[in-house]
């Protein structure tokens, strides 16, 4: 079956493990987009790869003193693992090493560009350490961004996200010695991007995007979209297989768009007009302008990403999440720690959309305690009443009375902007993770309240109906909470009896057949209990 959305996620370079601040970006949000489109039984596929060719790479080896490669094998291995701990659930990972036809693949697209002259020869300077015989690029360069005076590395600057030549950032000095840098004059290969401002400005108008990334294209076209050097003489990469530069490598940014077109399986067809991208900030350059350029090069007639999904920095303690400099909180560890549901709820409930958001440790406790005491807190009570009252089964009873009335009426609406907060067009992962809060709150409070029938002399018809009300809320959350809290409602549905997945719709709120016989969990249903 073709996929009518590709969801898309950057190939996170393995320079280091998967952090806090990564699965706060693009991934997490992206797997639950997925599961949303898949419950709502739209065929879609989520798709990425491993970035095995970065700069930073190389770096991270020049400083373990190992190969590239092994740096390389050895965090493939520890990213994937992040991703299945957290329940980032991929259709499709593209392992460069490990995918024979991969180099080829990429030399291809590189070699059909070439030939049509929209990659051409140029002699451009470059910084250039004497002292490490090296050419400084990428990782291997720092100096102040031409454009907003930050300390940048080459290609791109992190604050502003607009892109650099390498040679013209200020006082540029080696990376590895941290010596003033000469610039050389050197022929590599480059992509005027000039030539594309007008099918830039089309995509610009009809994809969604949000108005900063907008800024940031507005503001390069003003300024005259540059030439960007697409291969670079450095000996860790994809080789060029051009004539002339065999011993270049391909800039990892450009070896990113045929990665994409390889992650889409040939049974899904051709990329779909819905692809929604999902990406930090500061690859806006890339995402937004090179790759689009990429793709309609190679296919005229292809169909370019229909939504762009930005994140901004995560921050931890008020500071920049680094590999290189390893200021990071370890994914694997958290997820250790506090299990994939704690991990997925706190950050897209603290996802840093359109401004920066700060990571702490004593936060994440905070959303585990929320999650072990109000959410499972809630279920636990629920179903031990059912044990202790109704003798562990579902009451034959259905809800009713102006209190069910009222509450089942928040619940549809709740479930209404819930669904929209899923959506492709809506999509807004902290809107989602509140409104899952208000429906646990209002079936928490409705019990509370309810309660106290069971001491009326003649309430326990309406006692049990308020317990069945509360299990047709629980019931619910099999489905409405699942593209967040996948793990959590899995573990529910089972104790109900239930099959896991299902809409995102008010139809869930539906009780467990009458008689299903419920076990207390010995466990929390949401969230992790940690160990003494």
């Known amino acids: 079956m073709s996929a009518r959305v590709w969801i898309t996620v950057p190939q996170p370079a393995t320079n280091g493990e998967m952090h806090i601040g990564h699965l706060a970006g693009p991934y997490i949000a992206a797997d639950v987009l997925h599961r949303f489109l898949r419950a709502e039984n739209v065929p879609s596929v989520l798709t990425t790869g491993l970035d095995i060719t970065e700069s930073h790479v190389a770096m991270r080896a020049l400083k373990e003193g190992v190969k590239p490669i092994e740096a390389a094998d050895e965090y493939c291995g520890l990213i994937v693992r992040a991703w299945s701990e957290a329940a980032i659930d991929f259709d499709e990972i593209v392992v460069p090493q490990r995918d024979p036809g991969y180099e080829s693949f990429v030399q291809r697209f590189f070699g059909r560009l070439y030939e049509q002259g929209v990659i051409v020869p140029r002699t451009r300077p470059l910084p250039y350490c004497a002292k490490c015989e090296r050419w400084l690029h990428d990782a291997y360069v720092s100096g102040g961004c031409p454009h907003c005076g930050s300390e940048s590395g080459g290609s791109i600057c992190e604050i502003c996200s607009m892109p650099n030549d390498n040679a013209d950032l200020t006082a540029p000095r080696c990376a590895i010695c941290e010596r003033p840098a000469q610039l050389r004059s050197c022929e590599r290969l480059f992509l005027p991007l000039a030539p594309f401002e007008q099918r830039l400005a089309e995509f610009w108008e009809q994809a969604d995007m949000t108005p900063q990334v907008r800024a940031l294209c507005e503001n390069l076209t003003a300024e005259g979209l540059p030439e960007l050097a697409v291969s670079h003489p450095v000996d860790w990469g994809v080789p060029t297989a051009v004539p002339g530069f065999d011993d270049q490598r391909i800039l990892p940014w450009v070896e990113m768009a045929p990665s994409y077109l390889r992650q889409l399986p040939a049974s899904h067809g051709p990329p779909p007009a819905d692809t929604v991208q999902f990406f930090g900030i500061d690859n806006s350059f890339f995402q937004a302008v090179l790759i689009p350029v990429l793709f309609s090069a190679y296919a005229p007639a292809g169909n370019l990403p229909s939504k762009l999904v930005t994140n901004e920095f995560y ?8 590999t290189s400099r390893r200021h990071v909180v370890w994914a694997l560890e958290a997820l250790d720690a506090f299990g994939a549901d704690t991990v997925r709820f706190h950050v897209l409930a603290d996802r840093p959309t359109g401004r920066q958001t700060s990571f702490t440790a004593a936060e994440l406790e905070r959303t585990s305690d929320h999650l072990r005491h109000r959410w499972s807190g809630w279920l636990h009570r629920l179903l031990t009443a059912v044990e202790s009252d109704c003798g562990g089964v579902v009451p034959d009873l259905p809800p009713s009375g102006p209190a069910w009335s009222e509450l089942a009426g928040r619940l549809r609406r709740c479930v209404a902007e819930l669904s929209e907060a899923y959506s492709i067009n809506g999509f807004d992962p902290r809107r989602a993770t509140a409104l899952l809060d208000e429906i646990v709150a209002c079936a928490e409070d409705f019990g509370h309240v309810q309660a106290h029938h069971r001491d009326r002399p003649q309430g326990r018809s309406a006692y049990e ?26 573990r529910l549905a089972a104790l109900l009896g239930l099959p896991h997945f299902g809409p995102v719709h008010v139809d869930a709120l539906r009780p467990p057949v009458p008689g299903t016989r419920l076990p207390v969990p010995a466990e929390p249903v949401f969230g992790k209990r940690r160990s003494a």
Not at 315 to 322: D, E, I, R, T, V
Not at 465 to 490: D, I, K
Request: aromatic share 6%; glycine share 8%.
């Open 315 to 322: 921050l931890l303690n008020g500071a920049k999440f680094s």
């Open 465 to 490: 109906q308020a317990l069945v009300a509360q299990l047709a809320v629980a019931a619910g959350l099999t489905a409405w909470a699942a593209p967040v809290l996948p793990r959590g409602a899995e």
